[in-house]
C-alpha cells in the first residue's frame, strides 16, 4: 500500500552531504553528485527588455546552484529546441506560421505582453526542447528539471501572459508520440491558473471528484463535482490536469482543469500545503499518471508582484518537498519547469527557484 504523504517520515539530509575519504580527505563525488538533470541554456534568456518578468533569472539560478556547491557543470545538459514538428504537435498551424513569419496582429501582440522577435521565439521553441528533454529525463532518472518552461498561458492557437509556446504541453506530446509515456498529470501551483493547460487538454478524458474540505470558503470547478468516475483505466493521451491557484487574479477567464483550486487572497503556508496535499490525493486517487509534470512558479510568494497570495520562501520549499515526496512514494517520474516568479527583489525569486532543486536533491537523496 502506498503511504500517504502525511505519513511520510521527516526528510534525511544525508544524501545531500558529500562524505569525506579518511586516507585523503578528499570529498567523495560520487556520493555528493546530483542523481538527476537540470536542463539549461544561455538561450533561456528572454529578450524582452525592461519587464515586470526577470529574463536573466535562469541564468542566476544556475550559476547559484554552482556557486553553493548544489550541483556541479556536468549537471546542466544543453538541450535542443523543440522541431517545429514538436510545437504542432500542441499549436495550430496558423499560430505557428505567425510565430515564423512575425506576422502577429497588434491585438495577439497585445495578449502576449511581451514584445515579439525572432529571437523570442527561438527562446520559446528552446524552452520547448528543454522540457521534451527533461521529461525524458525523468523518466530515466525519476526527476529532471528544466531551468526554464512553465509558459502554461500559451493556447493551441495563441499566446498570453508572457507565454508564447506550451513547452510542457509539447513534451508530453512528444512523448506520447514516441510511445514512451501514456498519460500524464499536471500539477500547477503557479500562483496563477494554467489556462493554457486546462484549454489544450479539455478534450481528454478526465474527471474528477470533490476534495474534501478544508476550509468551507473554497470551491473546486463546477464539473468536478459532477461525477467520482475513477480513471485508473486511463486512456492512452489522457492528461489530468490539476491547478492551485488564487481565484481573483489573472487569467480571468479560467476554463476548466480537471481538478481547479481556486484560493482566496492572501492564504499563507500552511493552508496552501494542506490543499496542495488534498489535491494531489484526490486526483492520483483517480487518475495513475506515467509522469508527473510539476509546474513550479515562484509567484505565490508573500512578496510577488503580480500575486496576491502569502507564502514564505520556507512555505514553498515545503510545497517542492510535499510534491516530490508524493512523486517518490509512488514512483511516479517527475519533470519540474519553473513557470512565473515576480518578486520585489529578484533575489528572492531565485532562492524559491534554487530551493526547488534543493528539495528535489534531498528526497531523492534520502535513505528510503
Ligand atoms: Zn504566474
Given at each position: 500500500m502506498v503511504r500517504s504523504p502525511n505519513h511520510l517520515t521527516p526528510l534525511s539530509m544525508t544524501g545531500a552531504l558529500g562524505v569525506t575519504d579518511s586516507a585523503s580527505g578528499s570529498i567523495i563525488e560520487s556520493y555528493a553528485m546530483l542523481p538527476f538533470k537540470l536542463i539549461y541554456s544561455n538561450g533561456y534568456y528572454l529578450p524582452i527588455g525592461a519587464h515586470v518578468f526577470p529574463a536573466e533569472k535562469y541564468r542566476c539560478v544556475r550559476d547559484r546552484l554552482l556557486a553553493n556547491g548544489?550541483?556541479?557543470?556536468?549537471d546542466f545538459p544543453e538541450p535542443e529546441p523543440a522541431t517545429d514538428q514538436d510545437i504542432l504537435l500542441v499549436h495550430t498551424p496558423e499560430y505557428v506560421h505567425k510565430l515564423k513569419t512575425g506576422t502577429l496582429s497588434p491585438r495577439e501582440q497585445m495578449e502576449l505582453e511581451v514584445p515579439f522577435s525572432p529571437e523570442l521565439a527561438r527562446a520559446f521553441w528552446l524552452a520547448a526542447g528543454g522540457s521534451i528533454l527533461a521529461a525524458r529525463q525523468a523518466l530515466s532518472d525519476r526527476v529532471a528539471v528544466n531551468?526554464?518552461?512553465?509558459?502554461?498561458?500559451?493556447?493551441p492557437d495563441h499566446g498570453e501572459g508572457f507565454c508564447m509556446i506550451h513547452d510542457v504541453a509539447v513534451a508530453i506530446r512528444r512523448l506520447q508520440r514516441d510511445g514512451k509515456i501514456r498519460t500524464a498529470m499536471t500539477i500547477d501551483c503557479d500562483v496563477h491558473q494554467g489556462n493554457g493547460t486546462a484549454a489544450i487538454f479539455a478534450g481528454t478524458r478526465t474527471a474528477s471528484e470533490p476534495l474534501p474540505s478544508v476550509a468551507g470558503s473554497m470551491s473546486t470547478s463546477p464539473h468536478a463535482a459532477k461525477t467520482a468516475a475513477k480513471m485508473r483505466g486511463a486512456h492512452a493521451g489522457d492528461v489530468f490536469t490539476i491547478s492551485l491557484h488564487q481565484h481573483n487574479n489573472y487569467p480571468m477567464w479560467k476554463p476548466p482543469s480537471s481538478i481547479d483550486v481556486d484560493l482566496p487572497d492572501g492564504i499563507g503556508d500552511d493552508d496552501y500545503l494542506a490543499w496542495l496535499d488534498n489535491a494531489l490525493s484526490s486526483g492520483l486517487r483517480q487518475f495513475e499518471p506515467d509522469l508527473l509534470c510539476y509546474i513550479a512558479g515562484a509567484d505565490p510568494y508573500c512578496e510577488d508582484q503580480l500575486g496576491g497570495l502569502s507564502l514564505t520562501i520556507n512555505g514553498l520549499k515545503k510545497r517542492d518537498e510535499l510534491v516530490f515526496r508524493v512523486a517518490r512514494a509512488r514512483d511516479i517520474p517527475v519533470m519540474v519547469t519553473f513557470a512565473g516568479g515576480y518578486a520585489l527583489n529578484v533575489e528572492d525569486t531565485v532562492t524559491i527557484h534554487c530551493n526547488t532543486v534543493i528539495a528535489a536533491k534531498e528526497v531523492f537523496t534520502a535513505q528510503e
Open positions: 548544489t550541483a556541479e557543470a556536468k531551468i526554464g518552461g512553465g509558459f502554461h498561458h500559451a493556447f
